[in-house]
Structures are given as structure tokens and as C-alpha cells.
């Protein structure tokens, strides 16, 4: 089932109520985060080998995003379930989100040009290929043959200070049109005196 973006998707300067989410593996992760600032990554299915393309070069420079005082946050719309058996070893917090609530409430959408932009060939052609050669080794799993959330999802990266303000957005165009780990590090430096709550008084 495609998703409409909203009107009004979020945007910088936008604020984002309070919460608790719960993770797959671990305990729940506060949004926002009172001390540091939250990279929230809206990604699609368990085991999308585009997804996880992009994750593992989150991955290799996790200990330097932890240093820029950024936590990540990833969302995918398949249950805990499945994502636990793609996910697991992953360094960070992974959020199960079947009824794509959060992806609407944060605006972000499912469309065909998510796999027919022609920007989009080259990634998931090497998407398929390294995930395939994993697979054989025994090194990841198949996505599941149906996808309830269906597969034409675009990934989306939201910036959020720790007084729950959108910092920075982006809605990608096309699968694999997210922000890489420079841009992120880059917007993290940029906007961390805006990320903190002002002191009271």
C-alpha cells in the first residue's frame, strides 16, 4: 500500500513530542535523547539489501558518529520479529514499526520511483550482488518473499536536538538518496550549539 506524504512534512524548526520507543533487541530509546542529539533513519524491510548497503557503512563508522555526540536510531517497517533475524548484530538501536505510524506521523513516503529513478540502478544492482555473495556465505538471510509494508519505501534522515527540534531533514528521492556518514558527522558539527535544552531561568 503506498503512503502520501503529508502536506507539511516535517521540516527544520519543527518540534517532536516526547516518547519512548521500543527497540528489537535491548531496552527503549527516549526521543528525544536528553543528551545527545538522535539521528532518526527511516530505512524499509528486514533484510533489504539497499538498506544494507547503507548500514554498513554506518557500521564501520559507528565509533566516530557515538563521538560527534549522535546516537542512531533506525526504523524499518517489518515486525521485531523478522527484523531480528537481519538485525541483530547491528550497534545500534532498531525499531520495528509494522504499522508504519511512525513513518506517517514523520511524513515518509512509499512511491514506484523508488526503484525506477535511474539514480537508484547502480546502488541496487551492487545492493544485490554483495548481498547475494553474503548470503552465500552464510553471513545474511534472505528478506522474507512478502513484505506486508511492500517494498517501494524511500528512506528519510532527520536530525533531532535534545529539546526534540528538528536540526536538519532529508527525504530521499530514491532508495539509496540519504544523507552518507560525512554529511551527517558535517551536519552534527554545524548544529550542536542549537541541539541543547537553554537553561532554566
Known sequence: MLM??????????????????????GGPVTL?????????????????????LHLRSVVRRH?????????????????????????????????????????????????????????????????????????LRGRERLPAPHQPGGRLGLPADFLIGSDGRILAAKYGEHVYDQWPVDELLRLASSRRPAAGRLPAG
Open 4 to 25: 502520501r506524504r503529508p502536506t507539511r512534512p516535517l521540516r527544520p524548526g519543527s518540534t517532536i513530542t516526547d516518547r519512548r520507543i521500543a527497540t528489537v533487541s
Open 63 to 135: 565509533a566516530e558518529i557515538e563521538a560527534a555526540g549522535v546516537r542512531e536510531v533506525v526504523v524499518f517497517h517489518s515486525s521485531a520479529e523478522e527484523l531480528l533475524r537481519h538485525t541483530a548484530d547491528l550497534p545500534f538501536a532498531v525499531v520495528a514499526d509494522p504499522g508504519k505510524r511512525l513513518y506517517a506521523e514523520f511524513g515518509v513516503e512509499s512511491a514506484p520511483r523508488a526503484l525506477l529513478s535511474p539514480r537508484a540502478w547502480g546502488p541496487v544492482v551492487a545492493a544485490v550482488l554483495r548481498g547475494g555473495w553474503e548470503v
Open 32 to 52: 528525544p535523547d536528553p543528551g545527545r542529539l538522535v539521528h532518526l533513519q527511516f530505512r524499509r524491510f528486514a533484510g533489504c539489501p539497499v538498506c544494507h
